[in-house]
């Protein structure tokens, strides 16, 4: 069954920390990969996303994530965290395979402390 | 462009009534539009995908009788809660995939979401 599994439900860490949040992903062929941001009370909002090409992606507001694709994985960094920062983060992926259906991993709460 | 908007952004309904949420893409055409729903402090669980202008397929464990689909045209779904319970209040998330006029097939745009309390 097509699943996306992230590792860390809770993070905690200092401002300027460094941030890697693993995603890894179950599905069959061609992928396309996705990381969501969803700040408290906010609706979810796009941060990066990985269809082709060169697999180290840079999205907004610092992040980036590398698709490597012999270990199934789409993990997520940011060099120096913020406060703003605080938040929950989705990993997400859909394929052919899966008539394009977005599925959510279960999301990683961040926390920043100032 | 590709943006999604969702009306209403909040509801309260009694136990026992239905309730009618939409969802439309403003600036393209979608072909398929999913329905999610969010418990708090969960993940998006899919809840259902509609194609226009045929039927829903619902995910397991989804009541299709419970939440009616309708996708009418391009730009517009529907999503009816029936019969509403207290365990119905969550938040539920429309997307739309664009088809190929315009936007990228593999992306799903996301509306803002629809706070559903029922008392």
């Known amino acids: 069954a097509q699943s996306v599994s992230q590792h860390n439900h809770h993070v905690i860490l200092s401002e300027a920390a460094s941030l890697e949040l693993g995603c890894n992903y179950s599905y069959g062929g061609t992928v396309n990969l996705f990381w969501y941001v969803q700040y408290p009370g906010q609706h979810l909002q796009l941060l990066l996303k990985y269809f082709s090409g060169d697999p180290l992606v840079k999205g907004i507001k610092g992040f980036e994530a590398e698709f490597i694709k012999s270990k199934f994985s789409f993990n997520l960094r940011k060099p120096s965290v913020q406060w703003s920062d605080t938040a929950e983060y989705f990993c997400?992926?859909?394929?052919?395979?899966?008539?394009?259906?977005?599925?959510f991993g279960a999301g990683t709460r961040l926390f920043v402390k100032a | 462009g590709a943006v999604v908007s969702q009306h209403p952004s909040w509801v309260i309904c009694k136990s026992g009534t239905s309730v009618k949420i939409e969802c439309r893409s403003l600036d393209f055409q979608a072909t398929t539009m999913f329905w999610y729903r969010q418990f708090p402090k969960q993940s998006l669980m899919l809840m259902a995908t509609s194609n226009e202008g045929s039927k829903a397929t619902y995910e397991q464990g989804v009541e299709k009788d419970k939440f009616l689909i309708n996708h009418a045209s391009l730009t517009l779904s529907t999503l009816t809660v029936t019969s509403a319970h207290p365990e119905d209040s969550s938040f539920y998330i429309c997307?739309?995939?664009?088809?190929?006029?315009?936007?990228?097939?593999?992306?799903?745009?996301f509306g803002p979401g629809t706070r559903l309390t029922v008392t």
């Open positions: 997307s739309a995939r664009a088809g190929s006029a315009g936007g990228s097939s593999y992306e799903q745009y």
């Open positions: 997400a992926v859909n394929a052919r395979t899966g008539g394009f259906k977005t599925i």
